[in-house]
């Protein structure tokens, strides 16, 4: 039955996204962290195997959209947000301010973390300052609004980074902070609210607030949006944003300062949420109405996860990478260890998420550092270095690498 629901999940999701050939959001064409497509390099430095590489204006940590032959990223330069698109050579062939720009507070924060996203006609980018717009691919604006103006400030203590996702219909953003919590959802082509859910669960203070993603599946039809965040992992109906499913404990002892940075990931009918400041890996079987902890908890580890990265799921297993390197390979339905493994130590961490490319993860550290890991034991095949901080996640198509840094994109070739 597992299994089933998995091909229908995987099959929904390729059906709502893209050709191989795209990368319309932060986390791939299927939103678990898996690339299509092979061939991909495994060996590259700042003189090696790149085909180009272009400065960005000011600073981003947000990972780049890719739609045929434009790549869309944004950044912060000069109190301004800003929108770029650039050609397949990383040409630029438009830029669009939106907003002032909030700077970040943290050294890997920015103005304009949250990643944008496409659907192939349009790119939505949203930004910390609450800054939200819709803009065709000729870079004009369809519409913008700024979510704090129309519903109150962000309390946040930290840099916002959660990126928007999209539905058939909506493109939906997650607000979780200490105060007014929700989902909302815009009509993609006007911009009007189509519906806004409440999402105030009672987590304590900092506990309350998550940096996280939301995700969205479909199964026969059926659209679900999964959000981590303020002890809870919710599964909400994508048409009215009502929520179907709540899964708690995830802070037993009511801890101020859980906030939640990974976002959650689903393959083969399971849902895996790292929490608790790495603290807790747990896994969820989808399904069920109201309050299913006691019923839907698959399997839990505890003194191991991530804070930052989010993990991959895939075809039976799920790769969790923590944010000091150690990498752990479970089978996502029983929760067993497969392999584990230590990538190199260094004074610099992990927020970059790891992506599963043609029988490979690439993992890669803040300093720019990618890992090559094989999947069927842990073994590292290559190692390759930049040297820019880097928080985004690598972009995956035809055959080539973008790795955006803080301010600079490189494509890496062969």
Known sequence: MIRAIALITVLGLLAT???????????????????????????????????????????GGSTPAVWENTIFVTSGDEGKNLLLALDRSGNETWRLELGSER????????????????????VFAYFKSGDFACVDFDGKIQWRMNLQDEFGEDTLWWDLGTSPVLTREFVVVAVMQTGPSYLAAFDR?????????????????????????????DTKGTETIY???????TAHDATDGHEIWRVGGLNPTNHKYFRSIASPAVSDGILVAPYARGDLFEAIRLGGRGDVTTT?????????????????????????????????CFDIRTGERL?????????????????????KLYVTREDGKT????????????????????????VFVDGKILIRTMESLYCVGK
Do not use: M
């Open 103 to 122: 700077p970040g507070k943290h050294k890997k924060g920015s103005g304009a973390n949250p990643s944008p996203t496409t659907d192939g006609d349009h």
């Open 227 to 233: 959000v981590l965040g303020a002890d809870h992992v």
């Open 296 to 328: 839907h908890i698959a399997w839990t580890e505890k003194g191991i996860g991530a804070d930052v990265p989010t993990p991959v799921a895939h075809a039976g297993r799920t790769y969790l990478c923590g944010d000091k390197g150690l990498v752990v």
């Open 17 to 59: 996204t893209t050709s191989a050939e795209n990368w319309p959001g932060w986390r791939g064409p299927t939103s678990n962290g898996v690339a299509a497509g092979d061939g991909f390099p495994t060996k590259w430095n700042q003189e090696e195997n790149i085909d180009w590489k272009v400065d960005l204006p000011g600073r």
């Open 339 to 359: 392999w584990e493994g230590t990538l190199e130590k260094n004074r610099n961490a992990y927020s970059s998420s790891p992506i599963l490319a043609d029988g």
């Open 189 to 217: 082509a006007t911009g009007k609210l189509a519906w806004k859910q409440s999402r105030d669960l009672g987590a304590p203070e900092e506990a309350a607030q998550s940096y996280s993603t939301p995700i969205v599946t």
């Open 371 to 394: 890992f090559v890991v094989a999947t069927d034991k842990f073994e590292v095949l290559a190692e390759n270095e930049l040297n820019e901080l880097t928080v985004a996640t690598p």
